[in-house]
């Protein structure tokens, strides 16, 4: 039966028919790489490079200090689950009690949850298209089929409200958002998730709104489906401490959704992972409710590294990027090359040594992209930029 499972799960992975590159997969490849001596300018990865700021640091490590070792709550600490809860009521002013909200090891782990929750084989899920790649292999997991919801370059990497509609049928179970999204730096409107929500409602279906980059925001301004009068029962937010703090390696994010699905998430989480680390908790209580200087000096940066890598990008030909408005990846246009996403990326590595992800592995209207993260420092990006102009200058 394990061999069964582990065979169908590399069919959900081996989608399109091509090589799935996801960011490890070519975190993978790079150290190979680096091992024969050659030098990798790294844009695959949606890590900050900054560290973890200082008082946050002090206080998972007076937290080890004072004992904070042993087991916590499944369902997260008390203490966690209310600076969230506040922290959620009023950024998204609504009405949020700590027993909604669920302390998990890092936001893939909510994905996973609500579709064990809520899927079964023969539901389906409309999914932003190209979007996070989890939310379609953890779906086809559960039997479920997933329905792509187009976001055009011609649109803003927005989607067509109308054709958004059509896409309901009575085997819609969920619908995904990823708002600022995730690869193209999107950002829904609130026009965009009132058609969402209007559907959700008349239709009964839960939407899972994935809004852990809502802190990096450059354009406009972020706002939550949840906050929708009628949506707060039928949504769950996943948002948690990795983009927003530089706290990838914590592994501590969290979901917020009615009382039910939290009893669920939480009996999931005591089968699976027990609980979250009681020292990383602790740390995260000071990331909501100690000073945000640290988190606004790294938005200042984000930008000023958006605008040199958009504007780069642009300036070489053969590649149109858009302006993001929010996360920290641009998604450029590399079509003009007449070469795939994947043989694109794996060029770039091999020619160029820059490592990106191709636009594929975020599905198929992702085709004809690449991702690159400007998560690294200014220098790093300059010398990308320089290098991906004289590895396309060979195949203009």
Same mark, same amino acid.
């Given at each position: 039966m394990n &061999?069964e499972?582990?065979?169908? #799960?590399?069919?959900?992975m081996?989608?399109? @028919?091509v *090589?799935? %590159?996801?960011?490890?997969?070519m975190?993978?490849k790079?150290?190979?790489?680096?091992?024969e001596?050659?030098?990798?300018?790294h844009?695959?990865?949606?890590?900050?490079?900054f560290?973890t700021?200082e008082?946050?640091k002090k206080?998972?490590?007076t937290?080890?200090?004072?004992g904070y070792?042993h087991?916590?709550?499944?369902?997260?600490l008390?203490?966690?689950r209310?600076?969230?809860?506040s922290?959620?009521?009023?950024?998204?002013?609504i009405?949020?009690?700590?027993?909604?909200?669920?302390i998990?090891?890092?936001? &893939?782990?909510?994905?996973?949850? #609500?579709?064990?929750?809520?899927?079964k084989? @023969?539901? *389906?899920v %409309?999914?932003q298209?190209?979007?996070?790649?989890?939310?379609?292999?953890d779906a086809k997991?559960f039997?479920?089929?997933?329905?792509?919801?187009p976001?055009?370059?011609?649109?803003d990497?927005?989607f067509?409200?109308?054709?958004?509609k059509?896409?309901i049928?009575?085997?819609t179970?969920l619908?995904?958002i990823i708002?600022?999204?995730n690869p193209t730096g999107n950002i829904?409107s609130?026009?965009?998730l009132e058609v969402?929500?209007?559907?959700a409602?008349k239709n009964?279906?839960?939407?899972?709104?994935d809004?852990i980059y809502?802190r990096?925001?450059y354009e406009?301004?972020?706002?939550s489906i949840a906050?929708i009068?009628g949506m707060?029962e039928?949504?769950i937010?996943?948002d948690?401490?990795s983009?927003?703090y530089?706290?990838?390696?914590?592994r501590?994010?969290?979901?917020?959704?009615?009382?039910?699905?939290?009893?669920?998430f939480n009996?999931f989480?005591?089968?699976?992972?027990?609980?979250?680390?009681?020292?990383t908790?602790i740390?995260?209580?000071?990331a909501?409710t100690g000073?945000?200087?640290?988190?606004?000096k790294?938005?200042a940066?984000?930008r000023?590294?958006?605008n040199?890598?958009?504007?780069?990008?642009?300036?070489?030909?053969?590649i149109?990027?858009?302006?993001?408005k929010?996360?920290?990846y641009a998604f450029?246009?590399i079509?003009?090359?007449?070469?795939g996403?994947n043989e694109?990326a794996?060029?770039?590595?091999?020619?160029?040594?820059?490592?990106?992800?191709?636009g594929?592995t975020f599905g198929?209207?992702?085709e004809?992209?690449?991702?690159?993260?400007?998560?690294?420092s200014?220098d790093?990006l300059?010398?990308?930029?320089?290098r991906i102009?004289?590895?396309t200058e060979k195949i203009?």
């Amino acid at each position: 039966m394990n &061999k069964e499972l582990s065979e169908f #799960s590399e069919r959900v992975m081996a989608k399109r @028919g091509v *090589e799935f %590159i996801t960011p490890l997969d070519m975190k993978v490849k790079t150290r190979a790489l680096e091992k024969e001596g050659r030098s990798i300018i790294h844009l695959e990865i949606g890590e900050p490079d900054f560290d973890t700021p200082e008082n946050i640091k002090k206080a998972g490590i007076t937290a080890i200090q004072e004992g904070y070792t042993h087991y916590a709550p499944s369902q997260g600490l008390p203490e966690l689950r209310e600076a969230a809860a506040s922290y959620i009521s009023t950024t998204r002013e609504i009405d949020v009690s700590p027993d909604e909200v669920v302390i998990t090891p890092g936001g &893939k782990d909510v994905i996973f949850y #609500s579709m064990m929750a809520l899927l079964k084989s @023969g539901d *389906e899920v %409309i999914a932003q298209n190209p979007g996070y790649y989890p939310y379609e292999t953890d779906a086809k997991l559960f039997g479920a089929g997933v329905v792509p919801l187009p976001l055009l370059e011609e649109n803003d990497f927005s989607f067509d409200r109308e054709q958004f509609k059509k896409l309901i049928t009575p085997k819609t179970k969920l619908i995904t958002i990823i708002s600022p999204a995730n690869p193209t730096g999107n950002i829904f409107s609130q026009e965009d998730l009132e058609v969402i929500a209007e559907e959700a409602i008349k239709n009964d279906i839960y939407v899972l709104s994935d809004e852990i980059y809502s802190r990096i925001v450059y354009e406009g301004e972020f706002r939550s489906i949840a906050s929708i009068p009628g949506m707060k029962e039928r949504t769950i937010i996943l948002d948690g401490f990795s983009k927003t703090y530089a706290m990838t390696g914590w592994r501590l994010g969290y979901s917020v959704s009615n009382k039910t699905l939290a009893k669920i998430f939480n009996k999931f989480l005591v089968s699976s992972n027990s609980c979250v680390a009681t020292f990383t908790q602790i740390a995260g209580i000071e990331a909501l409710t100690g000073p945000q200087d640290a988190v606004e000096k790294m938005n200042a940066e984000y930008r000023k590294r958006k605008n040199l890598v958009v504007k780069g990008l642009n300036e070489i030909n053969g590649i149109s990027c858009r302006m993001p408005k929010g996360a920290f990846y641009a998604f450029p246009n590399i079509k003009k090359f007449g070469m795939g996403s994947n043989e694109f990326a794996l060029y770039l590595l091999n020619e160029a040594g820059v490592a990106v992800i191709p636009g594929s592995t975020f599905g198929e209207m992702g085709e004809g992209y690449i991702r690159i993260s400007y998560a690294t420092s200014m220098d790093n990006l300059e010398e990308a930029l320089n290098r991906i102009k004289k590895a396309t200058e060979k195949i203009s």
